[in-house]
């Protein structure tokens, strides 16, 4: 039985040094970081860490052994104190959610799912041990989801964990947020990523470097890529976004109308971030290979509109996982990043009324 670890050197680091905290280790963490470097992976290793059985625990380096019955339960996924929170899929929902024709999966986690905590963290843990509640991704939680927690984490019970898995902390309640504390994963260092992404995916050194880039330094979304119909995709969707404004925003939807939101968006993202080192004068970082066609682009708007653009668009962030309405989403996103050449001011827009 093998025991969860992260992927990368600095967040195994991270996790004997939380869990060499023991007891002391403060109740609720809000575990922050970037998009695709393993937060997930990071957050269930130190799920199974807390639940551990193994005695005597050493003072440190601690991990879980991945031997005890604690371990081999939470390998199958049955462990009976631990509760994962994540986007429900649609079967699960209420009959009156099926009812509305929402998508696959929900785009919140919903106040049903928190309740069902209630009985879970005020009754003696099944092994006599610990209780760890995972919420992923905790930016999610609905306003009514997240005030219901708020409660449990104000009074969490003995030897009660919650943990809280988000790339976009800034979305959460202030109020949630300030019963946790703070803990950043990091992101592992170009080598290491690259070496992973290598054994990984069994690509070149090249492959891997381009990948990367492509990815913002994220290794898991760049493994994501090295699926060969993925980089078709990933690379058509490039050719035709760096063909805006000269071509119709239609052209480019229609292209990536069965892609995934997170794909493009992200893609968007980083295409715009270019643009602004572009305009500052500065190398890019995502796509040194359009650095003529960037350079080109950067001269038909200006840093101030190339900002609010940027800015309007991070906005939109929490919508990108399970957006209501994905085509006209994408509209939307793509509308505003043509605001970057427009002469006209950019004028508000809401992708996913609700």
Same mark, same amino acid.
């Given at each position: 039985?093998?025991?969860?670890?992260?992927?990368?050197?600095?967040?195994?680091?991270?996790?004997?040094?939380?869990? /060499?905290?023991?007891?002391?280790?403060?109740?609720?963490?809000?575990?922050?970081?970037?998009?695709?470097?393993?937060?997930?992976?990071?957050?269930?290793?130190?799920?199974?860490?807390?639940?551990?059985?193994?005695?005597?625990?050493?003072?440190?380096?601690?991990?879980?052994?991945?031997?005890?019955?604690?371990?081999?339960? !939470?390998?199958?996924?049955?462990?009976?104190?631990?509760?994962?929170?994540?986007?429900?899929?649609?079967?699960?929902?209420?009959?009156?959610?099926?009812?509305?024709?929402?998508?696959?999966?929900?785009?919140?986690?919903?106040?049903?799912?928190?309740?069902?905590?209630?009985?879970?963290? @005020?009754? %003696?843990?099944?092994?006599?041990?610990?209780?760890?509640?995972?919420?992923?991704?905790?930016?999610?939680?609905?306003?009514?989801?997240?005030?219901?927690?708020?409660?449990?984490?104000?009074?969490?019970?003995?030897?009660?964990? !919650?943990?809280?898995? @988000?790339?976009?902390?800034?979305?959460?309640?202030? %109020?949630?947020?300030?019963?946790?504390?703070?803990?950043?994963?990091?992101?592992? &260092?170009?080598?290491?990523?690259?070496?992973?992404?290598?054994?990984?995916?069994?690509?070149?050194?090249?492959?891997?470097?381009?990948?990367?880039?492509?990815?913002?330094?994220?290794?898991?979304?760049?493994?994501?890529?090295?699926?060969?119909?993925?980089?078709?995709?990933?690379? @058509?969707?490039?050719?035709?976004?760096?063909?805006?404004?000269?071509?119709?925003?239609?052209?480019?939807?229609?292209?990536?109308?069965?892609?995934? &939101?997170? %794909?493009?968006?992200? =893609?968007?993202? *980083?295409?715009?971030?270019?643009?602004?080192? /572009?305009?500052?004068?500065?190398?890019?970082?995502?796509?040194?290979? &359009?650095?003529?066609?960037?350079?080109?682009?950067?001269? *038909?708007?200006?840093?101030?509109?190339?900002?609010?653009?940027?800015?309007?668009?991070?906005?939109?962030?929490?919508?990108?996982?399970?957006?209501?309405?994905?085509?006209?989403?994408?509209?939307?996103?793509?509308?505003?990043? =043509?605001?970057? !050449?427009?002469?006209?001011?950019?004028?508000?827009? *809401?992708?996913?009324? *609700?």
């Amino acid at each position: 039985m093998s025991t969860v670890l992260p992927f990368f050197a600095a967040q195994q680091a991270l996790l004997r040094q939380l869990l /060499a905290e023991g007891p002391n280790l403060h109740h609720a963490l809000l575990l922050a970081g970037l998009p695709g470097i393993g937060k997930g992976e990071f957050a269930r290793a130190l799920a199974q860490g807390l639940l551990c059985e193994q005695l005597p625990r050493p003072p440190a380096p601690v991990q879980a052994c991945g031997q005890c019955a604690a371990c081999k339960w !939470f390998a199958s996924g049955h462990h009976p104190d631990f509760r994962l929170l994540e986007l429900a899929p649609a079967e699960s929902r209420s009959a009156k959610g099926r009812e509305a024709g929402q998508g696959a999966r929900a785009w919140e986690i919903s106040i049903d799912q928190v309740r069902e905590l209630e009985s879970f963290i @005020t009754t %003696t843990s099944a092994r006599g041990h610990a209780r760890v509640v995972l919420v992923d991704p905790a930016e999610t939680l609905s306003t009514p989801a997240a005030n219901a927690l708020l409660k449990m984490l104000e009074e969490p019970g003995e030897n009660t964990w !919650f943990l809280l898995v @988000t790339h976009l902390p800034g979305q959460m309640p202030a %109020t949630v947020r300030s019963r946790c504390r703070a803990v950043a994963v990091p992101q592992p &260092s170009e080598a290491e990523a690259q070496q992973w992404l290598v054994r990984s995916a069994e690509l070149s050194d090249t492959d891997a470097r381009q990948l990367l880039a492509w990815s913002g330094m994220a290794p898991l979304h760049a493994r994501d890529l090295a699926d060969p119909s993925h980089l078709t995709v990933y690379r @058509t969707l490039l050719s035709s976004l760096s063909a805006l404004p000269d071509t119709g925003l239609d052209t480019v939807a229609d292209k990536a109308t069965t892609v995934p &939101s997170v %794909t493009w968006y992200y =893609l968007l993202l *980083r295409w715009i971030s270019d643009l602004l080192r /572009a305009h500052a004068g500065a190398a890019p970082r995502f796509f040194p290979e &359009s650095a003529s066609r960037l350079d080109s682009l950067a001269q *038909r708007s200006s840093l101030a509109r190339l900002a609010e653009v940027s800015a309007a668009l991070q906005r939109q962030a929490v919508l990108v996982r399970h957006p209501l309405n994905p085509r006209l989403f994408m509209e939307s996103a793509l509308a505003t990043y =043509l605001d970057a !050449f427009s002469t006209r001011r950019p004028t508000p827009r *809401r992708a996913n009324p *609700r």
